[in-house]
Structures are given as C-alpha cells and as structure tokens.
C-alpha cells in the first residue's frame, strides 16, 4: 500500500511565476490536508479538502493560495504570482474517513520544497 | 484559537542519556498526537493518547497524558543516534479536523 505521494519533491520558480504542488493520498483515504512549514518552525494548517469540496481553508492566505481535490486525480495546492516568502516545505497529509475524525492520525507525505528566487 | 507550548526548543545529549519534551495547554485537550520529523524528513506518527492520565509505551519511548488533559510529555530512555529528529505534539483545533502543531523539540544526540 503506497503512501502518501506528493510531487515534486523540490520545485524552483521565480517571483510572479505560478506552483502548482501535487498530493495523491493513501489508497483509501478520502480526507486531505496541506500544511506549510518554515525553516525550523513547526507546521501550520493551510486547508482541509474531502473529494470535491474545501471543508476548512482558514489557514490558507486569501489571495494568490487555491486548493482542490478534484473527483479523478491527485489533490492541487496552487501558489499564484509565488513571492519569496512563499518559499518552505509543503506537506500533505491523509486520513480515512471515519466517525470521529479528528481522532485519525494524519499520514504526512515526503512534502515538497519550493525555493522561490 | 487551540495553541500547544512545547518545551524545550533544543535538547541535546549524549548517547545513552534520557530526553523528555513537553507539551503544555491552557484548554483542554480532546486528544494529543506525536509525530517525529527526522532532518530533511517529513513526519511520522508515533502515537495518539485520548484518556486522562494514559500512559503508552513503545519501546524506550514513553508517552503521557495528563489527567487533566492539558498537558503530555515524551520521555526516551538511553538515547541512540537513530532518536535525532524533531518532535512535534499536535491536538485538533476545537472539534475541527486540523491539527495544530508545537513548534517541537529538536533533538541532537553526540555519539
């Protein structure tokens, strides 16, 4: 049983270039997250997206940030006009779906890092 | 909303010593989760504890939970090399699904 997947692993762009980040969740899991971590910080809840609908975005920047979970395919963090500050460690996380989610561990995916220049 | 103090920022020890970080909260906690980052890793669940006072072990890992659920603590025994990594504790926010994180505990061990 595959992980987690993301890709790809490390992504480069210029300022005002777009980044599209990639996440494909455990077989099975229905329920994805995306986190962002900064150098020696710890991670800090962007969205929360189940097939087809964002059911928590209030970590997520109103401007430039966008997520989807589409049907078919893997789960889009989609960065626009990316700035420097935009640059850190990505990760996605899956959990089954279940009664009382918020007692599902959270499967993290090897993340990816985005160096904005 | 939901914050997690974890405490230290830093540890380190020489192989063979103990290590414990903890993880403090002001509300009560409905669960608290560990997860071990190792360097230029991504991290990795080590445990759930949900009861008032529980207490897991894995190994020379032991984890605890508060009986008032505001507060958990990991402690290893005799530190190997293969411990380095950084520790984060994480509780859902209110009744949501979104884990919020610790800032974690970076764990260097000298051989």
């Known amino acids: 049983n595959a992980g987690v997947m993301q890709n790809p692993r490390h992504l480069v762009r210029r300022r005002g270039q777009e980044a599209r980040l990639r996440c494909s969740p455990m077989k099975g899991h229905s329920h994805v997250y995306w986190y962002r971590q900064l150098p020696e910080e710890g991670l800090k809840f962007m969205v929360y997206?189940?097939?087809?609908?964002?059911?928590?975005e209030s970590g997520m920047p109103k401007e430039r940030f966008s997520a989807e979970f589409p049907k078919e395919g893997p789960s889009i963090l989609r960065i626009q006009q990316v700035v420097r500050g935009d640059s850190a460690a990505y990760f996605c996380?899956?959990?089954?779906?279940?009664?009382?989610?918020?007692?599902?561990?959270?499967?993290f995916g090897p993340g990816t890092r985005l160096t904005v220049l | 909303g939901q914050q997690v103090m974890q405490i230290p920022q830093y540890q380190h020890v020489q192989e063979g010593e103990d290590f414990t970080t903890y993880c403090n909260s002001s509300t009560t906690l409905s669960n608290i989760q560990w997860y071990k980052q190792r360097p230029g890793g991504h991290p990795v669940f080590l445990i759930q504890l949900v009861k008032s006072g529980e207490v897991k072990k894995q190994k020379r890992l032991t984890f605890q939970f508060g009986e008032a659920k505001k507060n958990s603590s990991l402690h290893i025994t005799a530190t190997q090399t293969t411990d380095v990594g950084t520790y984060f504790c994480a509780t859902p926010q209110g009744g949501s699904e979104k884990l919020v994180f610790g800032k974690g505990t970076k764990l260097t061990v000298n051989p």
């Open positions: 996380a899956s959990s089954p779906p279940g009664i009382r989610h918020s007692y599902n561990e959270q499967f």
């Open positions: 997206l189940q097939k087809e609908n964002i059911i928590d």
